[in-house]
């Protein structure tokens, strides 16, 4: 099991401190927040979890190993262009949406297709599935999501399955989560946007 420290609007050198102390994966959500923080940050792979957009692929393939985002075709075909010209293999999950309170990801009947397109792209390679749980109190409606998204990984393909952030990684463990996304739970509250 992984564990992504989601460092959004946490300062470089608490996220530092962090990977010294043994963190060795960082998740950032905001491109422009990530091309001033990352180059003071080193040892840990990074993951792109935000919404990507296609113009700010190279971008995005420069200051990251991992794109947890995909949910689209466009995006891979963007990802890809850029990772040949960077001369880069980059790791891509499918994002799906399993969520009335999420307004990205992939349908889920969607993905098996949308992964076949991925790894027809040069420089991808498809690592598993991304998404994000419901906002609810109801514990069983964040089981139902996590179990739905767990469901999809034979048709996407990999061995990743990312599911869990600080209120429902547990919930998402027993759904078979392989990588937890937690920011606040490591790092504390976020700095105001
Ligand atoms: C912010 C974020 C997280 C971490 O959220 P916490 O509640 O702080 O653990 C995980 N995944 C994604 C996609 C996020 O945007």
């Not at 609007?9 to 491109?31: F, M, S």
Request: aromatic share 4%; with cysteine.
């Amino acid at each position: 099991m992984a564990i992504v420290g989601v460092s959004k609007r946490q300062p470089a050198a608490v996220v530092q401190a962090a990977i010294d102390a043994g963190l060795r994966e960082i998740g950032e959500n905001y491109l422009q927040e990530a091309r001033e923080k990352l180059p003071a940050i080193v040892g840990a792979r990074r993951h792109f979890i935000g919404h990507l957009q296609t113009n700010k692929a190279k971008a995005v393939v420069e200051l990251f190993d991992v794109v947890q985002s995909v949910d689209r075709r466009e995006a891979g075909v963007a990802l890809s262009r850029a990772a040949v010209a960077a001369g880069k293999e980059l790791e891509v999950l499918v994002q799906l949406n399993v969520s009335p309170t999420e307004r990205f990801g992939c349908d889920p009947a969607e993905a098996g297709r949308l992964a076949e397109a991925l790894r027809g792209l040069p420089n991808l390679r498809v690592g598993g599935v991304m998404a994000l749980g419901p906002i609810s109190d109801d514990r069983s409606v964040v089981e139902r999501a996590f179990a739905r998204a767990a469901a999809v990984l034979p048709q996407v393909g990999g061995t990743t399955l990312s599911l869990g952030m600080s209120a429902d990684w547990r919930i998402a463990l027993r759904a078979g989560s392989t990588m937890i996304r937690i920011g606040t739970a490591i790092f504390g509250p976020r700095e105001a946007p």
